[in-house]
C-alpha cells in the first residue's frame, strides 16, 4: 500500500522552502497509507477469508488488537529483519506491480508505503523477539545464507552484544 503524489508535492514544498505543508503532506501521506492498510486488512478478515464476516469492533477494539490475525510487518519488534523485504519483493513483484521500491537500506519508496505479513489464525497474536545473542546470529545466518557480519548489521538493534566493527 502506497501513496504516490505525496513525494512530489513534499519535493515542490521543500523547493518554496515551505517546511510545514512538506511536514504535513508527508504525515498525511504516512496516515493514508496505514488506514488503507488497515481497511485492507479489514475486508480480508470480513470478506476475503471470511472469518468474522460480521466483526463490528469499536476504534479501541481494533487498536488493542482485539480482531482475528496479526499483521507483523519487518523492522518491527516481532520481525525485526529488514531483509525479509527482499523475499516478499522477488515473491510477489512488488516493484512491478505496485511501483514501490526498496532503497539500498530497504526502506520503501515512496516512503508513504506499508507492507506486512498478514496472518490469520485466530490463536496469532503480536509479540517481542527480544535480544538476540550471538548463538542465535549464526544460526539465523546459515539459514538465510548470509555472513554473520551482513546478519549482525540488520539486526544490529535487537543484538544482545555488541558486534566486532561497529
Do not use: C
Not at 76 to 104: N, R
Not at 140 to 154: D, F, T
Amino acid at each position: 500500500m502506497a501513496i504516490f503524489g505525496a513525494e512530489e508535492a513534499g519535493v515542490a514544498y521543500d523547493k518554496q522552502h515551505d517546511d510545514f505543508n512538506k511536514i504535513m503532506i508527508a504525515a498525511l501521506a504516512d496516515r493514508l497509507a496505514e488506514a488503507f492498510a488497515e481497511k485492507l486488512h479489514l475486508d480480508m478478515r470480513k470478506k476475503h477469508w471470511g472469518f468474522t464476516p460480521d466483526e463490528q469492533l469499536s476504534l479501541s477494539q481494533l487498536l488493542q488488537t482485539g480482531h482475528q490475525g496479526i499483521r507483523p510487518a519487518p523492522g518491527y519488534p516481532s520481525q525485526p529483519d529488514h531483509t525479509e523485504k527482499l523475499t516478499m519483493w522477488k515473491v510477489l513483484d512488488v516493484e512491478a506491480k505496485t511501483g514501490i521500491k526498496l532503497t539500498d537500506s530497504l526502506a520503501m519508496w515512496p516512503a508513504a508505503a506499508v507492507s506486512a505479513l498478514v496472518i490469520a489464525h485466530p490463536d496469532s497474536q503480536y509479540f517481542a523477539l527480544g535480544a538476540v545473542d550471538q548463538e542465535q546470529v549464526k544460526s539465523y545466518a546459515g539459514r538465510k545464507s548470509m555472513s554473520v557480519s551482513e546478519v549482525e548489521r540488520w539486526l544490529a538493534p535487537v543484538l544482545s552484544y555488541e558486534a566486532a566493527g561497529r
